[in-house]
């Protein structure tokens, strides 16, 4: 079993700034790869950026150059940095790490808002 806690979300001004943070505890040595992911009211949960256990790194077009994702393996914390909050970046984000088995855990989410 995998157990992640999100923290650091909150309310922004449009142009504001975040860091989320992700501990991960458990069997974390079977872990592949972590990620970030959004969810808004009905729609899908959506992939934002993601880091393999090899340090590669990817992100969506729609976040490159604002948000940057990073570890710190010695406190098995993954962070999502956001820069230029915008309206549209509203909603509950969600910390995922995937499994060697293809199985994957949720954190509980952390709503961000960002007001115009």
């Known amino acids: 079993q995998v157990q992640l806690v999100e923290s650091g979300g909150g309310a922004v001004q449009f142009g504001g700034s975040l860091r989320l943070s992700c501990v991960a505890s458990?069997?974390?040595?079977?872990?592949?790869?972590m990620g970030w992911y959004r969810q808004t009211p009905g729609k899908q949960r959506a992939l934002l950026a993601s880091?393999?256990?090899?340090?590669?790194?990817s992100y969506v077009d729609s976040v490159k150059g604002r948000f940057t994702i990073s570890r710190d393996d010695a406190k098995n914390t993954v962070y999502l940095q956001m820069i230029s909050l915008k309206p549209e970046d509203t909603a509950v984000y969600y910390c995922?790490?995937?499994?060697?088995?293809?199985?994957?855990?949720w954190g509980p989410g952390a709503q961000v808002t960002v007001s115009s």
């Open positions: 880091v393999t256990k090899g340090g590669t790194i």
């Open positions: 995922n790490a995937r499994h060697w088995s293809g199985h994957e855990y």
């Open positions: 458990g069997r974390i040595a079977s872990i592949v790869s």
